[in-house]
């Protein structure tokens, strides 16, 4: 079946200017994951939503992160007053709820740079 | 929350010798450990997951282990081939909420 779909895969923007990457998961798959990886390096985690509970965004960098899900299934990620150091690959996972951690499905990132 | 630490950094190895790659996780209500294989320029895939009620696990070339107790685990890849070279992340997981560590680069030389 259809994996993770990540839109835009690549974007170009100017500093100052907000952008928004969406998600679309899994279908079935209820909870769902926004991690940043920077050139070269780890995976750092963002947000992360489980259902209908409220989002965890302890990994939101600055209030100009922000992420909704609407309808329990697809996921924006907005950015806002984009600065060069958000440049970086964008990605999007989802697993299953239940059974309790689940594997992980990766869609294949949107790369943002920041001019 | 949760913090995985993952070593070394980078590893190489000749082909055929073997790997290992560590990490350790600080919350030890962490019951899933997962390890991705990252390609260049690819989405991180899932090779092999360990649960808490285990202690190794095999598959083929690569095996995991986990003590509980150090709250430490580790990936072991025997016969390494050249298409092993990527980027390998460990995770800790407790209730769905999964942590990465930093990365491995492993480059297995021909």
């Known amino acids: 079946g259809a994996g993770v779909s990540q839109s835009p895969s690549n974007k170009v923007t100017e500093k100052g200017k907000d952008v928004e990457l969406r998600c679309d998961p899994i279908s079935g798959h209820t909870a769902l994951y926004w991690y940043r990886q920077s050139l070269g390096q780890g995976l750092e985690f963002l947000i992360y939503?489980?259902?209908?509970?409220?989002?965890?965004k302890s990994g939101l960098p600055s209030d100009r992160f922000s992420a909704e899900r609407t309808g329990g299934s697809v996921s924006t990620l907005t950015i806002q007053r984009t600065q060069q150091e958000d440049s970086a690959v964008y990605l999007c996972?989802?697993?299953?709820?239940?059974?309790?951690?689940?594997?992980?499905?990766f869609g294949n990132g949107t790369r943002l740079t920041v001019t | 929350g949760e913090n995985v630490e993952q070593h070394p950094s980078t590893l190489s190895v000749q082909e055929g010798d073997s790997a290992v790659i560590k990490c350790t996780y600080s919350?030890?209500?962490?019951?899933?450990f997962p390890w991705y294989k990252q390609e260049l320029g690819k989405r991180p895939q899932l090779i092999i997951d360990i649960r808490s009620n285990v202690g190794e696990k095999k598959d083929q070339r690569i095996a995991v282990t986990l003590n509980k107790t150090a709250k430490h685990f580790s990936l072991h890849i025997t016969e390494t081939q050249p298409e092993d070279s990527a980027v390998y992340f460990c995770?800790?997981?407790?209730?769905?909420?999964?942590?990465f560590g930093a990365g491995t680069r492993l480059t297995v030389k021909p």
């Open positions: 939503f489980q259902g209908n509970s409220a989002p965890d």
């Open positions: 919350d030890s209500a962490s019951n899933y």
């Open positions: 996972a989802s697993s299953l709820q239940a059974p309790a951690n689940s594997p992980l499905h």
């Open positions: 995770a800790a997981s407790k209730d769905n909420d999964m942590r």
